[in-house]
């Protein structure tokens, strides 16, 4: 099952540029982001294009340690279970589970 991810603020508030809607099912932080540059070095940035890469990277956490076999329905479920409880503050459609939380990961 697809997971459709938004994008937060530091403040884990919705992020203003974020997508938003009812298909949207989790957040992650893509604000103020620390990233390489093109040119060497590292630089700052914002987008749903960082929110993205921390909800796979969540999933794969969650998918690393569990009992082989775990289906993907059960790393999108737990995905969202353990998001800070949702709607997605400030999302203006109030979708969402919430905002990825990987502290219990």
Do not use: K, M
Request: glycine share 14%; charged share 15%.
């Amino acid at each position: 099952a697809p997971t459709a991810c938004g994008a937060a603020d530091s403040d884990d508030t919705f992020w203003s540029s974020s997508n938003f809607g009812a298909e949207v099912d989790v957040a992650a932080v893509a604000v103020c982001v620390v990233t390489t540059a093109s040119a060497g070095g590292t630089t700052v940035g914002a987008g749903t294009s960082f929110a993205s890469p921390a909800v796979a990277g969540a999933a794969a956490l969650i998918y690393a340690s569990s009992p082989q076999g775990i289906t993907p329905e059960r790393v999108r479920a737990r995905l969202l279970s353990d998001a800070e409880a949702g709607p997605i503050p400030g999302d203006p459609d109030g979708g969402g589970e919430g905002v990825l939380d990987v502290s219990d990961l």
